[in-house]
């Protein structure tokens, strides 16, 4: 199994900018979540889906963010347009139907938005 | 809102030292919590969970986390930790709405 993989590793992009990170979890699991992860906030959840519906959105900071999963194995974070606070660490996470639905996380994306 | 607060959050401590690191939470029902590590420039790993049953468990690489229900508190320990175990220490809680919730994290240091 490759375990959540994530697109890309490293983003570097101007203010305004439009940034797409992308997310394939692991095959089978049925929850997908993105965290973000900044040295003053730490890791926060931005949003989770089960089956492809988002669940809860409630940690997207802003209407800049938008999170879709057209389907079971593919997910996108957009942000648009971009600014420099939105720099961090960007992981996503998935994880089973069944008994001990703890989650695996991706390699993350490393954003940096001059 | 549920919470997760860790107050170590950086550890110095020489190879073959003991560690325990705190782990407390703010919710009253029934919780299922983890302990995740994050090796430098690495993606988080789970190290340990806890569901149900015997509130002592063990995770991998010798480190073990006990529930207190009473004390609202999931603290890992290792009896003797290696150069290896420098990393972040994350506690995290789930109350049953399958996201997760993160401590601030416990940087650990060992010193060979």
């Known amino acids: 199994d490759a375990g959540v993989i994530q697109s890309p590793r490293h983003e570097v992009t101007e203010m305004g900018q439009e940034v797409t990170l992308r997310c394939k979890p692991i095959?089978?699991?049925?929850?997908l979540f993105w965290y973000r992860q900044t040295m003053m906030r730490g890791l926060e959840l931005l949003i989770y889906?089960?089956?492809?519906?988002?669940?809860?959105d409630s940690g997207m900071p802003e209407d800049r963010f938008s999170a879709k999963m057209p389907n079971a194995s593919f997910s996108t974070l957009k942000i648009q347009p971009s600014e420099p606070r939105d720099s961090a660490v960007y992981f996503c996470?998935?994880?089973?139907?069944?008994?001990?639905?703890?989650?695996?996380f991706g390699p993350g994306t490393r954003l940096t938005v001059t | 809102a549920q919470s997760v607060s860790q107050h170590n959050h950086h550890v110095i401590l020489s190879e073959a030292a003991s560690l325990e690191l705190g782990c407390n939470y703010s919710?009253?029902?029934?919780?299922?919590l983890f302990w995740y590590v994050q090796y430098p420039g690495q993606h988080l790993q789970l190290l340990l969970k806890?569901?149900?049953?015997?509130?002592l468990v063990k995770g991998i690489k010798g480190f073990e986390a006990e529930f207190i229900k009473s004390k609202f508190s999931f603290n890992l320990r290792k009896p003797s930790v290696q150069w290896s175990d420098t990393a972040e220490y994350f506690c995290?809680?789930?109350?049953?709405?399958?996201?997760?919730?993160f401590g601030s994290g416990t940087r650990l240091q060992v010193q060979p």
């Open positions: 996470a998935s994880s089973g139907l069944l008994g001990a639905y703890e989650q695996y």
């Open positions: 095959s089978g699991h049925n929850s």
């Open positions: 889906f089960n089956n492809n519906v988002p669940i809860d």
């Open positions: 919710y009253g029902g029934t919780v299922n």
């Open positions: 806890y569901f149900s049953g015997d509130p």
């Open positions: 995290a809680v789930d109350t049953g709405r399958r996201a997760l919730t």
